[in-house]
C-alpha cells in the first residue's frame, strides 16, 4: 500500500490524540487549529471525520482554535482549512480507525478485513459485536504517528464527503447565544476603550477625576494614552467612555496621503523580482500596458470585534474570535512579557470579518484591563467606528502591466507590477505584537517590519499576480511600500483581487485590439485542463458571447486561486444607467474534491456578492490624519435589492484532493465587472470602485464636471 | 433608575434601570436574551431588530423607558416551545447563512412582513429587508427562504 500524501498540519501535530479524542460512551471528539468564521469549516472537519471513522456525525464534538487543548495549525486563511486542516483530519481519522480496528482483531481473533464500523460499533461479518470504539480506545496508544497508520478510505467509499450536510451551527447563531458577543462568564463585567481618532495621537489631558466623579462606580484603567472604563452594567461602560472622550485632549496628528497613488510618491521603496522567464523585451507585434487603483477597504464586518480575557495568578485566559489564537498568543506573551505557556486562547465565533480586522486588537485591550482586576472576566466590545477606522485595512493597490502580442491573438510576453502595503501582519507572526493598544501604552511595544506571504505560500502583495496563461516571456515583480502611515493587514484573496483584475481585464483590451472573442483569447492561452473547463462551463451557462443590448455587457475572467487552489471562472452581466448594476452571476468552479458542495457553492455565492460590492461601491476615505470612514453611512455595501442572480456549477472531481474554495471567487468576479463595463461603454475603468464618478473619469480624463 | 415593566416574546418582565438605556442591553444582559445581536449600535445595520407591538424597529435605538406597557418579541420567541417558526426551518432548510450574524435581525423584519401581509412578493420581501446589511453575501438564499414561506412562488427572472 502506498503512504497518503501527508498535511503541512501534521509537522506539529503528528499523533493521532493531537486530533482525536474518545469521551464517555458515545462521544468521538475532533480537534482543530482551523475555526469556524461563517465558511462552514466545522461542518465540512466534522463530516471528514465522521466519514474516516464510520460514526454518526452527531457524536462528533468539535474542539476549535483551543492552545491548550487543540493542535496548533496555522491560523484560519488562505483558504486552507480544508485543503490542509481537512486533510490532516482525514489522516488522524483513518489512522485512529486502523488502530482500533486492529485491536478489534486482536480481541476477536477475526482477520482485519472481515471488521467493518456502524457508527462506532465494530461488526464482524455483518454482525454486531460488544467492541465499541469507545470500549476499545482505553487499550490503544492514541499517542501512535498518523502517518504511520494513515489509510484514508478510497473516494468511493466515503459516505459523507461530497453531501451537503447542513451546517451544525446555523441554527444557533440565526436565533440564540452562538458567538463571542454572547458569552456571559460568571461574574463578567464590561469594558470600553476610548478610541483615538486617528492611531498614534496621544492624550496631552485628561480629566480623569471628573470621570469618575460622574461615574463612581466605574473602574478607570489609565496607561500613556490607553483610557479603558470598566462597569458592571455594559450600558453604564458604554455612556462612561462617551463622557470620557469628551474629558481628554488629544495631539495633532500628520496628515496622511489621501490616496495611494499620492503615498507612492513620497515611498522609497524598490521593486523586487518575483519571477522571471524568457525575455520580455523580445518583440510583439504590437503592445498594450494598463494601471488599475484598487482603493483601501474595510472588512467591515457585521459585528464589532469583541474579546473577553480573565487573569488568575499570573495566568491569562482569553476567549476571541480571532482567526489565529496561536498567533494571538504569541503576541500577548511578548506584549505582556510573560511566558507563553501562561497563556491559553479559546476560540468563540464572531461574525465574518474575511480577513484581519479588530478581532486580536480587542483581546489586548480585554487583557490590560483585566489585569487591573484579577480573578475577573471582562468583556470588551469596540464600538462600530473604531472597526472601521482604527482596524487593519484591506490594502490599497496599484498594478501595472504590459503586454506584448502578434496579430494572430498569440501573446508573447506579460509583466506585471504589484505595487502597495503589507498584505498580512497578524500579531504574533515574525516576532511583532502588532496590537493596536500596544502604541498608546506609556511604554510602547517596538512596532514590526511590515513583512509579506511568501509566493511559495501563495504570496501575498504578488498573489495571483503570476498569470494562469502559458506566456512565454514573463516578468513578475512587486513593490512593497514599507514608509505608509495606513495599517494594513489581510483581506479576503490578498493581493490576488488587484492582480487577477488587473491581468484579465488587459486580456480582454488585447481581444480587443485584435477582435478576437474574450472566451477564445483565453482558451488559447490555457495548457492547463482544468482552468479551460471552467472557462468554457462558465461561457456556456451564460450563453456566451450573449446578445447585449444597449447599455448591457457580459464580461468574463478566470484564476487558479493562489495558482494552486480552486479554479473559478466567473461571468457577468452588468446593466450600465445611472449606475453599474450587476444583474446576474454565472460562476463555474473546480475544487477538486468538494467535501459539501452545497457549502462550497455558498462560499462562492458569497465571494461573489462581496467582490461585486467591493467593485461597485467601496472604498475607505482619509481625511487629515485619519480614517474619515467611520460609519455605514459612510461605506455602503451592497444591499439586497443590489444582488444579482446567481448560478454555480461545480465540476466535482471527487478523485483529486480538495482545493481551497474561499477567495477563488473574489478577484475573477471584479474582473468580470472590469470586462462587462467595457462591453458594455466601450471604456475600460481603472481605478475602483467603479462608480458613476469613476466612469465619467475615465470617458473624459480632463473633465472637471462629474455631476 | 426606574422599575419598568413590559411583555417580552409573551411573558411580563421588569427591570430596574434608566429609562434611557438602550432596549438592546435589557433584552441581552437583564433578560439574557442573547439572540438579538449587537451591531452598530446606531440604528444603521438593523442587526438589533426587534418587533415592538408587531413593528420591526432597532433595539439600539429604543430607550427602555418608551417600550414600558409595551410588547417586544425577539427571535428567541420563532423558535421557544416545540414548534420552530416556519421561517426558520426554512432558512434552515435552504442554508441561508454564511456568519449567521445578521439572520436574528432578518428573521424579525419578515416575521413581520408574513404577519402584515398575505403572500408578500418577491420585490417585497426585498423591500422589507433592503436595509439590513449582510456582508458574507448570502442574499439570494435569504430572500428565497423568506419566498418559501411566503408562498410567493418563484417570480421568473
New interface residues.
Partial sequence: MTTPASSPSLTDNPRCSDWIAFSGDATLVLKSGKVEIGQGIATALVQIAADELDVDPACVELISGHTALGPIEAGTSSSLSIETGGRAVRLAASATRALLLAEAAKLLQAPKDALAVENGRIVVDGRATDLTYWSLAPSIDMTAAVMDHAAPKAPADRRLSGTSMPRIDLELKATGAGFIHDIDLPGMVHGRVLDPPAPGRRIEAFDEAALQRRFPDVRIVRDGSFVGVIAAREDIAVRAIEVAGRLVTWSQGMPVPASLREAIAVDSSQSEAVLSKGDVDADGSRQITTEIERPYLAHASMAPSCAIAIWREGTLEFHSHSQAVHDLRLALAMAFGIDASRIVGIHAPGAGTYGHSGQDDVVYEAAILAHAIPGTPVRVLWSRAADFSLSPLGPGMIVRAAAKFNEDGRITSLTVESIGQSQVSRPGRGGTVNLIAAERLAKPCAKGQPSDVPLARGGGLERNAVPIYAIPNLRVSKRMLRDLPYRTSALRALGGYANIFVIETLMDDIAAEIGIDPVALRLAHLEDARAAAVVTKAAEMAGWPGRPGQGEGFGIAVCQYKNRSAYCAVVVRVICDERVRVTHAWAAVDAGEAINPNGVINQIEGAIVQSTSWTLKERVDFEDDAIATRNWERYPILRFSEVPKIEVSLIVRTELPALGVGEAATGPTAAAIGNAVRQALGVRVRVLPITREAILAAIDPGGSDMA | MDAIELRVNGKSAAVT??PD??LL?VL??DL?L??T??????G??M?CTVLIDSRPQTACTVPIGSVAGRDVET??S??AGTVRHPL?DS??RE?A????????GI?MRAKALLDERVRPTRDDI??A???????????????HAIEQVAGAGRVA?
Fill in positions: 434601570v434608566d438605556t438602550p442591553y441581552r444582559n439574557g442573547k439572540g445581536r449587537v451591531g452598530c449600535a446606531e444603521q445595520c442587526g427571535v428567541e420563532l423558535v426558520v432558512f434552515l442554508q447563512g454564511q456568519c449567521g450574524y445578521c439572520l436574528a428573521l426585498v423591500a429587508i433592503d436595509d439590513h446589511l449582510c456582508r458574507c453575501g448570502t442574499h439570494t438564499r435569504i430572500v427572472p
